[in-house]
């Protein structure tokens, strides 16, 4: 599914918009989404808590 849970941030949104790719380290995130890296780690926090992203091994992340 390709639809962030509901009530997550835009920032987040787009976090998991970039990550409906596939798994991607940190630094390609922060580049697919032209944020900043703190605003990313943020989000991805967010994500993570609402069970939506899990954090690979070597700061990849990925959709649950």
């Known amino acids: 599914d390709s ?3 509901q009530g997550v941030s835009d920032d987040a949104k787009a976090v998991y ?3 409906t ?3 991607m380290h940190i630094d ?3 580049r697919a989404t032209n944020m900043k890296m703190n605003t990313v780690l943020s989000s991805l926090t967010e994500l993570e808590i609402f069970g939506a992203v899990e954090q690979m091994p070597g700061k ?3 959709l649950i």
Request: hydrophobic share 25%; charged share 35%; net charge positive.
């Open 3 to 5: 639809t962030p849970p």
């Open 17 to 19: 918009k970039a990550l």
């Open 21 to 23: 790719q596939g798994e």
């Open 28 to 30: 390609d995130i922060v």
């Open 60 to 62: 990849k992340y990925k």
